[in-house]
T-cell receptor, first 116, second 115 residues
Framework: EAGVAQSPRYKIIEKRQSVAFWCNPISGHATLYWYQQILGQGPKLLIQFQNNGVVDDSQLPKDRFSAERLKGVDSTLKIQPAKLEDSAVYLC??????????????FGPGTRLTVL | AQSVTQLGSHVSVSEGALVLLRCNYSSSVPPYLFWYVQYPNQGLQLLLKYTSAATLVKGINGFEAEFKKSETSFHLTKPSAHMSDAAEYFCAATTYGGSQGNLIFGKGTKLSVKP
């Protein structure tokens, strides 16, 4: 079974530029998550989708970050304009959304963003 | 608010020695608890999870963790370290079941294994 795919793996931009990240979850997984992992810290949830609807975006800086999951499969996360403090690894994860107890989240390799 | 604390940002052990990585949580309700491992330039991989069944949870690669409610702890152990265990380990918690799992992560512990 293919894992969670993310692209690009690395991105370097100047501050105030825009950037987009792409995620393809495991086939059939209804739930998709975007996390931000700043160096030296654990991942922090930015947004959670259930199919193509948003479940939780309480920690998404909506003045500059946006995300969508069209057709309930792939997702894109956009930052516009980027700030220096956005330098981080952006992780995408997916889960089946069918477990009655607690779903396992499967993580992609991440996109490392450097803002200069 | 829920939080996860990992004691020690860096742990170093000799090959063959016991591995002990500490995790404490704070939660007003019984949590679900997880340990993830992250190898350089890779995503997180689930080692094991506690979902209120057995308090001693066995995971992959010989790791296990014990849920102790009285100590609000979920420490990760492995009897004998291997060079391939060198990685960063994250403890995480959520109080939601099903697909509502908003994982709260600790800051991570980097494990080094000396030959």
């Amino acid at each position: 079974e293919a894992g969670v795919a993310q692209s690009p793996r690395y991105k370097i931009i100047e501050k105030r530029q825009s950037v987009a990240f792409w995620c393809n979850p495991i086939s059939g997984h209804a739930t998709l998550y975007w996390y931000q992992q700043i160096l030296g810290q654990g991942p922090k949830l930015l947004i959670q989708f259930q199919n193509n609807g948003v479940v939780d975006d309480s920690q998404l800086p909506k003045d500059r970050f946006s995300a969508e999951r069209l057709k309930g499969v792939d997702s894109t996360l956009k930052i516009q304009p980027a700030k220096l403090e956005d330098s981080a690894v952006y992780l995408c994860a997916s889960s089946s959304g069918t477990s009655g107890v607690v779903d396992t989240q499967y993580f992609g390799p991440g996109t490392r963003l450097t803002v200069l | 608010a829920q939080s996860v604390t990992q004691l020690g940002s860096h742990v170093s052990v000799s090959e063959g020695a016991l591995v002990l990585l500490r995790c404490n949580y704070s939660s007003s309700v019984p949590p679900y608890l997880f340990w993830y491992v992250q190898y350089p330039n890779q995503g997180l991989q689930l080692l094991l999870k506690y979902t209120s069944a057995a308090t001693l949870v066995k995971g992959i690669n010989g790791f296990e963790a014990e849920f102790k409610k009285s100590e609000t702890s979920f420490h990760l152990t492995k009897p004998s370290a291997h060079m391939s265990d060198a990685a960063e380990y994250f403890c995480a918690a959520t109080t939601y079941g099903g697909s509502q799992g908003n994982l709260i992560f600790g800051k991570g512990t980097k494990l080094s294994v000396k030959p």
